[in-house]
């Protein structure tokens, strides 16, 4: 069955950076585009990046161009989240999602507060 695991989160000040990584499995990961997505408390959840099975395609929330790279490895069966100048409005459980089908992480708490 798919199955993603999210790691990588944590506490971190204002303007610092965290590196989010996915594993999959379960599925032909070299096939499909892959997305990070966000919830932060209260609110929906939002894409904020994809990147496609290639990585010659990437496309980033616009709270999140500049700061985001979102990155995957094909041989390992991961997709990475950099996050830099991380802002306290970035603090969300962030979520790796498969682009095709409903099939979701459990996520992983990013708290920005100093």
């Known amino acids: 069955q798919v199955q993603l695991v999210e790691s990588g989160g944590g506490s971190v000040q204002p303007g610092g950076s965290l590196r989010l990584s996915c594993a999959a499995s379960?599925?032909?990961?070299?096939?499909?585009?892959m997305d990070w997505y966000r919830q932060a408390p209260g609110k929906e959840r939002e894409l904020v990046a994809s990147?496609?099975?290639?990585?010659?395609?990437?496309s980033y929330a616009d709270s999140a161009r500049g700061r985001f790279t979102i990155s995957r490895d094909n041989a390992k069966n991961t997709v990475d989240l950099q996050m830099n100048s991380l802002k306290p409005e970035d603090t969300a459980v962030y979520y790796c999602?498969?682009?095709?089908?409903?099939?979701w992480g459990q996520g992983t708490q990013v708290t920005v507060s100093s």
């Open positions: 999602k498969r682009k095709v089908g409903d099939y």
């Open positions: 379960g599925f032909i990961f070299k096939l499909y585009a």
């Open positions: 990147i496609s099975s290639s990585s010659a395609i990437t």
